[in-house]
């Protein structure tokens, strides 16, 4: 695990279910797993959910990663929604292939509720290919947006 | 909302010609909206942005209805430029109200923006292949790709075959002798970004396309998209540094050349074996103007038929999604009944000369209960010419149509 005084810590998107990622991160971190932490998680209800525009968003407001996660297929809460979400993610993947982003910056991962473990290893690798990869191509936007974000209030 | 800028919507209401409205209500008459049930009315607009009420302009989302299609400036007695007027609305009011609630979860939006800013190498002209001749940085002709590569990759379900209309077009050029410049470093010509009021997001786009074909030394440009073709004749005029290009819809350029392709002028035929129906997309028509271009290429295509429908040219419904602003019931309503419409003709085959006729209207016909009743096989202009040519490789054989 890399101290997050790394030269590069990225800034990571990860989009988590309800019911499977979600809870797998809650194990990790009750389990008092170890990862490193740059990454801000957004829960939506299912995979099926994550949709080409939040990912795009993600990345054009300066996101240098962005992880999607869901149950396992076949043990999806609602049945399929996670056979949704991999048809979305082939369209997000191929418009960013045209666009030009590098591939390894988006990922699609099956975490189960129990996958502590798991979580943390997905986090730690894929925050280490993309600390690898450096800033994403639209990081330059990320000041201007936590600045919107900051003069709005963060809601809480 | 309301209280200061009220000096801005004056001039743009004095810029539209709004104070010529005569309250006639002959655009919310004829809106295609209005005509299938929204609530939508051009005329209450109008008379709202004359009176400065900004809270009135943007109640219920109206800023962002509209269709843009022109058909209400086409009826408007006073000549009062309704589609501009909500064009620049968009612009005036974006920052302090409306933040549009983008149809595709904005994702197209969000990739104009993104290839606004750059930053990236684009891998954008997969659709080439090794048959077609084209030039990467320099040459005399421009051909602008648009997203037509995006297109194909976002809407999978739709069975879109967008940049099969770009090769088509591509393959026209070359056999008409020219082998044009299609650039990687193309941009998204920003049309939607201003359309949704993204004035500043649209001028980065802007400059840099209009610097990207300077630098290629293209004295014509051509394109396959309507909305791209009005953007550059229109929207990106003041951007223009040295020569103007010429600017022409690929339409256009195979009429232009129907000697060297082998195509009759008027050498359709009557009664041919196949007869097909024609949308008018409203960049294309209305807003620039062009109706004869496609009709005398559909006309030159042996043993094709063109029928029209009830309301064509400047009459036509457009597909009711050009601006990616918003999307609704009525606006499928429009989409089902103008299928219905080509449908009635007796066409096999809705042809079209703008992506995002056939992206609007595919989605339509993906309705399980209407499949049947509306279904029909669609085609861009470009395509079915070369087809056509294909099959009747050679000037001779023209000679035999009845």
């Known amino acids: 695990m890399t101290p997050p005084s790394a030269a590069f810590n990225p800034h990571i998107v990860v989009f988590a279910c309800n019911w499977c990622s979600y809870a797998g991160a809650d194990t990790a971190g009750v389990s008092r797993i170890a990862h490193q932490p740059h990454f801000r998680m957004i829960r939506v209800m299912c995979s099926g959910r994550i949709q080409p525009g939040f990912v795009f968003r993600a990345f054009e407001n300066g996101a240098d990663g962005v992880l999607v996660s869901g149950c396992h297929l076949g043990d999806c809460h609602y049945v399929s929604g996670n056979e949704r979400a991999v048809e979305q993610f082939a369209k997000m993947k191929a418009v960013l292939k045209i666009l030009g982003m590098e591939e390894e910056r988006l990922r699609l991962e099956w975490i189960s509720a129990a996958e502590g473990v798991r979580f943390a290893k997905v986090i730690d690798e894929f925050t280490d290919r993309v600390r690898a990869l450096g800033p994403g191509p639209f990081a330059g936007t990320r000041a201007a947006t936590e600045a919107v974000l900051a003069g709005t209030g963060s809601g809480s | ?402």
């Not at chain 2, 909206?33 to 109640?59: C, F, K, N, W």
């Not at chain 2, 939006?109 to 800013?117: A, D, P, T, V």
């Not at chain 2, 014509?220 to 309507?226: D, E, G, N, Y």
């Not at chain 2, 030159?300 to 990616?324: D, I, N, Y």
Request: proline letters at 4%.
């Open chain 2, 1 to 402: 909302m309301s209280g200061n800028g009220s000096a801005p919507l004056a001039a743009l209401a004095r810029d539209s010609r709004s104070w010529a409205c005569y309250d006639c209500g002959k655009c919310t008459a004829t809106c295609p909206i209005a005509r299938v049930g929204g609530h939508y009315s051009p005329r209450r607009q109008v008379l709202a942005a004359l009176a400065g009420d900004r809270e009135a302009l943007v109640a219920g989302d109206a800023l962002l209805k509209c269709l843009t299609c022109g058909l209400c400036q086409e009826r408007c007695p006073a000549q009062v430029a309704y589609t501009d007027l909500v064009r620049e609305l968009r612009v005036l009011m974006r920052k302090d109200v409306a933040e549009p609630e983008c149809p595709h979860g904005g994702s197209l939006q969000s990739i104009m923006r993104m290839m606004g800013r750059g930053g990236t190498t684009q891998d954008r002209l997969g659709w080439i292949g090794p048959d077609l001749r084209t030039e990467r940085t320099t040459g005399a002709v421009f051909y602008w790709a648009g997203c037509a590569a995006y297109y194909d990759a976002f809407f999978t379900e739709y069975e879109l075959a967008i940049t099969d209309a770009s090769r088509a077009a591509v393959a026209l050029m070359n056999r008409a002798g020219v082998a044009p410049v299609v650039s990687a470093d193309e941009r998204c010509c920003g049309h939607d970004l201003l359309w949704n009021g993204d004035h500043e997001g649209f001028e980065r786009l802007a400059k840099h396309n209009v610097d990207l074909v300077a630098a290629s030394g293209a004295e014509t440009l051509v394109t396959s998209c309507a909305e791209c073709l009005r953007t550059w004749a229109i929207d990106y005029r003041p951007y223009f540094g040295g020569k103007v290009p010429r600017m022409l819809h690929v339409t256009q350029f195979i009429a232009e050349h129907a000697g060297e392709l082998g195509l009759t002028p008027g050498g359709g035929s009557a009664g041919g074996a196949r007869r097909v129906t024609y949308q008018d997309p409203c960049r294309l028509a209305r807003h620039l103007g062009i109706y004869e271009a496609p009709r005398e290429v559909l006309h030159a295509l042996p043993q094709l038929e063109l029928v029209e429908m009830g309301k064509s040219r400047a009459s036509a419904t457009c597909c009711a999604g050009g601006t990616w602003s918003y999307c609704d019931r009525y606006a499928k309503k429009i989409q089902v009944d103008r299928l219905r419409e080509a449908r009635a003709t007796g066409a096999e085959m809705l042809v079209t000369a703008c992506p995002k006729c056939q992206i609007h209207f595919r989605c339509a016909m993906k309705d399980p209960r209407l499949g049947d009743d509306i279904g029909i096989v669609m085609r861009d202009v470009a395509q079915l010419a070369l087809e056509a040519l294909g099959r009747f490789p050679t000037p001779a054989s023209t000679a035999t149509r009845g």
